[in-house]
Nanobody
Framework: VQLQASGGGLVQAGGSLRLSCAASGNIFRIHDMGWYRQTPVGQRELVAMAFSGGGTRYSDTVKGRFTISRDSATNTVYLQMNSLKPEDTAAYYC???????????????WGQGTQVTVSS
């Protein structure tokens, strides 16, 4: 399973960006898809997750500003980021928990990071 992320960039505080991540390759089933972020000096932290059952989870720091959505038909997950703050600056990583074959347990897959920089 390969994940291709896009949509990062430089934006002023208060602005918006939309990240996309498309999964491809040998995919039997994608269970959950989401986004993590990591700063050069910090640990990778969960930003938002979209579960296979339809639920979502957000970090407290982004609730009310970010919205995660997924398109199961295209195996794509999106992250709409509004009211961006300088502290949102980080590399954002797409994550998917997926199975490649019917008889294999799900594994964790990661896309390449996409940089989001918010200027004050």
């Amino acid at each position: 399973v390969q994940l291709q992320a896009s949509g990062g960039g430089l934006v002023q505080a208060g602005g918006s960006l939309r990240l996309s991540c498309a999964a491809s390759g040998n995919i039997f089933r994608i269970h959950d898809m989401g986004w993590y972020r990591q700063t050069p000096v910090g640990q990778r932290e969960l930003v938002a997750m979209a579960f296979s059952g339809g639920g979502t989870r957000y970090s407290d720091t982004v609730k009310g500003r970010f919205t995660i959505s997924r398109d199961s038909a295209t195996n794509t997950v999106y992250l709409q980021m509004n009211s961006l703050k300088p502290e949102d600056t980080a590399a954002y990583y797409c994550n998917a928990r997926a199975s490649s074959y019917i008889d294999t347990p799900p594994g964790d897959y990661w896309g390449q990071g996409t940089q989001v920089t918010v200027s004050s």
